[in-house]
């Protein structure tokens, strides 16, 4: 097996884990992190209903700093059309990844324009 399909599958693995215990409801949506390594997308999805209520990327961001940067500026663009949706309040789902570097970046930009998780 090639070394970059293993890796995927790893990945897969732990986001299964992690999604077996974390699920979205309409009042409390999932934050569903994907990193690839040009950039960073998240998405608040309700799972009871399957649909997805706001999502961000890294191409929203104009930008052209550090992907630490603007992975933390797609999380205050997430929070902002959360907050203008009415949701204050969600569960995290890193998606296999490991919590640091970007994808801690958008954890701490989300929850500094005031989404709670």
């Not at 090639?2 to 732990?14: E, F, G, T």
């Not at 992190?33 to 706001?54: C, E, H, M, N, P």
């Amino acid at each position: 097996m090639d070394k970059n399909k293993k890796k995927v599958i790893k990945r897969q693995i732990r986001h299964n884990r992690v999604r077996s215990k974390v699920f979205g409801t309409l009042d409390r949506p999932r934050l569903s992190v994907f990193r690839s390594l040009s950039g960073i997308y998240a998405q608040l999805i309700d799972d009871s209903s399957g649909k997805t209520l706001a999502q961000a990327s890294f191409k929203e961001v104009k930008s052209k700093a550090k992907k630490i940067d603007v992975s933390k500026e797609v999380g205050k663009i997430l929070a902002e059309k959360a907050i203008a949706s009415k949701i204050t309040s969600c569960v995290f789902d890193r998606g296999g990844f490991a919590y640091h570097g970007r994808v801690k970046a958008l954890a701490e930009g989300a929850r500094e324009a005031g989404l709670k998780f």
